[in-house]
């Protein structure tokens, strides 16, 4: 019977198996980058966080918005500023101070009049442009995305901006790149129609609008660590993972209890089952 | 619900309620005494698995309508606020959307199992069209559910599935305007689709309710096919079913839970998390795996209508089945040749779950060109998912049918006892009965 | 579970000696029952600690939570007027009493009071022209106007109740004073409710 249910187990696990093999497209696959919050009991490091958020505030900010966040976010378990003195991050001082340092765009409540007031820490992130052709507008046609929940609307999301961010190369002969354009093979497209080289040799990747964003020592980081290329990279990534899920570390804590709980459960109900059909001949 | 009762009110309140209303009564006979053939498989846990599955669907499901906001220009962001704000919303909606996988994934095996065992035989016909009902339901539902997050797979899923009304001829467009409450997927659109996901469920529900009085007349199905002939064929439903369900209940839960928790976008795509922007289309634009096999047959056919119709028809198809089969023995069992078909018919349905996933054009066998036939190379998918779809139809057009009158079963056994002192797969001749003929 | 014989065999377990086990201590009817017992256990602890973000998914969300204090800026407010502003989806008023305003409330401390308070109870220390309360009636939550009633203070149009220049309840079916949030003096023209 056992064996059965195994067989059965495996028989759904095939099945599921068919659309995990659909990511095809012509970019080329990520980079392989180890993330700290991978796996069941993978945990968010707050020090890449804090650098993460450094690195998108000085610089991904300028034209990308993330209209989900809001600052108290910053400071709510498991996010970068989270201080276990501050249970409630609209009371966490740090993050008040950083909502504080932005000017947000309200209505006065007596005149009636467009003002800008310091931020709170229930203000969302502002959005670097007031609308959506204002972004195109300042982009060359090309809308920055907003970056809320980018990790999870990328294959592989940390990943993918990982190599994204460190995957800017000089286009191989033969690729004619647009101006205002980028090459990057990371980059989901198609760039058969800028290709002039032999047709079963097309490059990976596509073009992308944003320049290389990122350079070395471009953010300084307090906590003294390199502010390289690859280091920028992955903690926005990390940064963008946890703005994207930031209930991933209670999901996996809760999911631990879970399990534990529902294999025990499991082993009770067989010895229960076994016990009652123990002398039924069947 | 049906013959003798051995229900015994026992105390006062249960008599004096038991003479108005026979609840407790009707409770009892189901699922307490409930007589069972004693020789159900694991396969047969399923329809409990698929009774949670709908239960955990409806509870998180209304609990995700008290915070969800049915707008084009709010819905997106809804939905994140109950990953994000709401207590526990995380958990919820993954459970709810990760539910649907769960719950197709059990009723595609609980479905093969009927299949297998000849469960849509007499006297089971309505049993098994009521469960063709719930299927097309559960379609609807999923479909309309997978609308509402409003990302760019739910926009454009919405648009490509209410254009295939548009293949019918004359009165298509008109159908498709009418869907859509507008000349195109919109805020219209979402509203209708949130107040038919929140209603269909409950559909479900009743039909279920149906369902199991249909299973309740002739009560269960066994994998030896045979009619239960005495009480010793059969166990109390509770506590031997109930217990062996709730095993296997418990062990599709971890399953289940290992998704929630450890992997809840596994089974999404990663282009739902962009906002719906209805002048961009994904460039790979699939439905949502329990679909794929339908959305191959309908790319198999080069003709808009014609793969209209098909992929209904593929549905279609199984409400008929009890009249197409035609062999008089239920259990696949005891039907060498036909076992080889349905399995070659379940790998059939695999293909065509892979073929869905692929674009059509690209190979089969990577690098091998062979020659174009009709429109496309035979080494592509869209060759492949149309011979995976022509066995799929013939194996219930052509294959159940004449299988049933020209093939030779094996003996089945006397009654469902017999085959425990003697299984049939390694029974010495002449042990068991000789072959029977029963409806 | 009781055990049950059909036919010629044993359906239920009970029946030690039925079946010629020699694993004795595995037919302890005792241990048995544990087992299930425990099974069902199990099951229950299962759906009651499901039951439970079920139920917490109602009360009030992060953001809710988090627009739930205000600060307000009292340079806004002239003597003898009051401002009404949204707090936590109720109105709150932020009164800047007169002198008199403040005497009548004052000398009312000893009055037949139906939940006594002084006014000195009522705002905080040395700000005695600055009265900050839930717009709320304590009856059943319908909003008072200012100037009505007997008492110089609020009067709830719903029911009927009065309020006095403190806020108190003197007249009417309501069972409370006007609520005092928690508030603090961020400075001498800043509070921060909540």
């Not at chain 2, 996933?357 to 009709?374: C, N, Q, R």
């Amino acid at each position: 019977m056992l064996r059965k249910g195994i067989a059965l187990a495996a028989f759904g696990l095939a099945i599921l198996a068919a659309p995990a093999a659909l990511a095809a497209g012509g970019a080329a696959p990520v980079k392989h980058v180890e993330f700290s919050f991978e796996g069941p009991f993978g945990k968010f490091d707050q020090a890449q966080l804090q650098r993460g958020y450094k690195v998108y505030r000085e610089v991904c900010s300028a034209c990308h918005s993330m209209n989900l966040m809001s600052f108290r976010n910053l400071g709510q378990k498991g996010g970068p500023f989270f201080d276990p003195k501050y249970p409630n991050p609209n009371d966490n001082p740090y993050v008040k101070s950083i909502a504080a340092e932005y000017q947000i765009k309200d209505i006065d409540s007596e005149t009636g009049d467009v003002i800008e007031r310091p931020g709170t820490s229930a203000d969302r992130f502002p959005s670097p442009f007031p609308n959506e052709p204002a972004a195109r507008a300042s982009n060359g046609g090309a809308m920055p995305p907003d970056l809320s929940v980018m990790a999870k609307a990328r294959h592989h999301g940390p990943q993918y901006i990982y190599s994204l961010l460190t995957g800017y190369q000089d286009p191989p002969a033969g690729l004619k790149v647009g101006v205002g354009q980028h090459y990057n093979p990371f980059m989901a497209g198609d760039v058969t129609a800028s290709w002039s080289g032999p047709h079963d040799k097309v490059p990976p990747g596509g073009f992308i609008a944003m320049a290389p964003p990122l350079a070395a020592g471009q953010v300084t980081f307090d906590d003294g660590t390199k502010s390289t290329l690859e280091n920028q990279a992955k903690d926005v990534a990390a940064f963008l993972t946890w703005a994207s899920e930031p209930k991933m570390q209670e999901r996996k804590a809760f999911g631990m209890a879970a399990m534990i709980y529902l294999l025990i459960f499991a082993g009770l109900l067989y010895v229960s089952y076994r016990k009652i059909w123990k002398n039924v001949a069947h | 619900m049906s013959g003798h009762s051995n229900y015994e009110p026992k105390t006062g309140i249960e008599r004096w309620l038991d003479v108005r209303l026979p609840v407790v009564r009707l409770a009892y006979d189901s699922i307490i005494d409930f007589p069972t053939p004693k020789n159900l498989n694991y396969w047969w846990t399923f329809g409990g698995i698929l009774a949670v599955c709908l239960g955990i669907q409806l509870v998180t499901g209304i609990v995700l309508a008290m915070h969800y906001v049915p707008h084009v220009d709010h819905a997106f962001a809804s939905v994140e606020r109950i990953m994000r704000d709401v207590n526990y919303g995380w958990l919820i909606r993954y459970m709810h959307a990760n539910g649907a996988s769960m719950f197709f994934i059990a009723v595609y095996i609980h479905m093969f199992r009927g299949l297998y065992y000849g469960s849509y035989k007499a006297p089971r016909e309505v049993l098994w069209i009521l469960g063709c009902v719930i299927y097309l339901l559960m379609m609807a539902t999923a479909f309309m559910g997978y609308v509402l997050p409003w990302g760019q797979m739910s926009f454009h899923g919405a648009v490509v599935i209410t254009n295939l009304f548009g293949a019918l001829p004359i009165v298509g467009e008109a159908i498709t305007t009418w869907l859509w409450g507008g000349f195109a997927v919109d805020n219209p659109t979402l509203n209708r689709f949130f107040s038919l996901h929140f209603l269909l469920p409950f559909m479900i529900a009743g039909v279920v309710g149906l369902h199991i009085w249909a299973l309740h007349v002739p009560g269960n199905n066994n994998p030896t096919g045979v009619n239960v002939k005495s009480k010793e064929d059969t166990v109390p439903f509770h506590p031997y079913y109930t217990v062996k369900d709730g095993f296997a209940i418990v062990v599709f839960m971890i399953m289940f839970a290992t998704f929630v928790f450890y992997n809840p976008n596994a089974l999404g795509h990663a282009d739902n998390y962009i906002p719906a922007n209805p002048l961009v289309t994904p460039a790979h634009i699939v439905p949502e795996w329990y679909f794929l096999p339908f959305y191959a047959i309908l790319r198999a056919v080069p003709d808009k209508l014609g793969g209209v119709i098909l992929m209904f028809g593929a549905i279609a198809v199984m409400f008929v089945l009890p009249w197409l089969d035609t062999s008089k023995v239920r259990s696949m069992r005891y039907r060498p040749t036909a076992k080889l078909y349905f399995f070659i018919f379940v790998l059939a349905c695999l293909i065509l779950g892979y073929c869905g996933g692929k674009l059509p054009d690209d190979h089969v066998i990577p690098g091998l060109s062979t020659f174009t036939l009709i429109d496309a190379d035979l080494n592509s998918f869209v060759w492949l998912s149309r011979f995976a779809a022509l066995y799929y139809f013939a194996y219930f057009l052509v294959v159940l049918p004449v299988l049933g009158l020209t093939e030779t079963p094996l003996p089945q056994p006397e009654s469902i006892s017999a085959p425990v002192l003697s299984h049939p797969a390694n029974a010495p001749a002449g042990a068991a009965a000789s072959p029977e003929k029963r409806g | 579970m009781r055990p049950q014989t059909k036919g010629s065999f044993k359906v239920a377990d009970t029946v030690v000696g039925a079946n010629p086990d020699t694993h004795a201590a595995g037919d302890d009817p005792n241990r048995r029952d544990f087992i299930h017992i425990a099974a069902a256990v199990a099951a229950g602890g299962a759906v009651a600690s499901l039951a439970w973000p079920f139920i917490d998914q109602m009360n009030p969300s992060g953001d809710t939570l988090a627009l739930a204090s205000v600060e307000f800026d009292l340079t806004k407010v002239e003597l003898g007027q009051q401002v009404v502003i949204k707090w936590r989806g109720k109105p709150l008023f932020i009164r800047k009493r007169t002198g008199a305003e403040i005497a009548a409330a004052i000398k009312d401390d000893t009055a037949d009071l139906r939940d006594p308070q002084t006014d000195e109870e009522r705002h905080k220390p040395g700000k005695a022209e600055w009265l900050v309360v839930i717009g709320t009636c304590t009856h059943l939550g319908c909003v008072p106007t200012f100037g009505g009633g007997d008492f110089g203070g609020w009067f709830c149009p719903c029911h009927g109740s009065h309020y006095d220049t403190s806020g108190r309840i003197r007249k009417g079916p309501a069972p409370k004073n006007l609520a005092v949030p928690d508030y603090a003096f961020l400075s001498d023209t800043k509070v921060k409710v909540g």
